[in-house]
T-cell receptor, first 118, second 113 residues
């Protein structure tokens, strides 16, 4: 149980385009979802926290107009990288937590999405 | 959120026991200690969580001294497939911090044949 999926697993796009990444909790309702990014050989950096039905809370230094987060349902959160540029190329990982997982205090991580901006 | 400090890297051989120690001097009363494992190009995977003393599950043990300012993840008889980055995190289990996790640099464990 407590499986989190991400789609797509990898994406290549041209500079200036927007890319949407989906994060789904497959077998539980996620009241809170988190988005991270990870550059090669570095640790995960928390970008934002989103609660279902409310606006996301962004970490300091993360541009909310560039990284649009929507958490419209208890099983789906989306991250849209708007006007992507090569420096946005990274590994994006989501996680989810919720009472329906059976372990409300634990975060379950998705497999990640590799974004490459040309 | 309490900051954690771990060794950047460790080497081991197959069959050995590996102990990775993490320092968290500013741990708060409500904080729990959680360890995650991450393979390249994958999301982190939960290993173990504890509050004090010792916790053991099917893959690891977690030792936490009485002052809780450090913790040690113990991996018994490692294999090549245990080569990964291991993260120690300290976070409250309650919602006053939103449950967010702040990852430190992690420990890159390399298991050799």
């Amino acid at each position: 149980g407590a499986v989190v999926s991400q789609h797509p697993s990898w994406v290549i796009c041209k500079s200036g385009t927007s890319v949407k990444i989906e994060c789904r909790s497959l077998d539980f309702q996620a009241t809170t979802m988190f988005w991270y990014r990870q550059f090669p050989k570095q640790s995960l950096m928390l970008m934002a926290t989103s609660n279902e039905g409310s606006k996301a809370t962004y970490e300091q230094g993360v541009e909310k107009d560039k990284f649009l987060i929507n958490h419209a349902s208890l099983t789906l959160s989306t991250l849209t990288v708007t006007s992507a540029h090569p420096e946005d190329s990274s590994f994006y990982i989501c996680s989810a937590r919720g009472a329906g997982s059976g372990k409300p205090d634990e975060q379950f991580f998705g497999p990640g999405t590799r974004l490459t901006v040309l | 959120l309490a900051k954690t400090t771990q060794p950047i890297s460790m080497d081991s051989y197959e069959g050995q026991e590996v102990n990775i120690t993490c320092s968290h001097n500013n741990i708060a009363t409500n904080d729990y200690i959680t360890w995650y494992q991450q393979f390249p190009s994958q999301g982190p995977r939960f290993i173990i969580q504890g509050y004090k003393t010792k916790v053991t599950n099917e893959v690891a043990s977690l030792f936490i001294p009485a002052d809780r300012k450090s913790s040690t993840l113990s991996l018994p008889r490692v294999s090549l497939s245990d080569t990964a980055v291991y993260y120690c995190l300290v976070a409250t289990r309650y919602d006053n911090q939103g449950g967010k996790l702040i990852f430190g640099q992690g420990t890159e464990l390399s298991v050799k044949p």
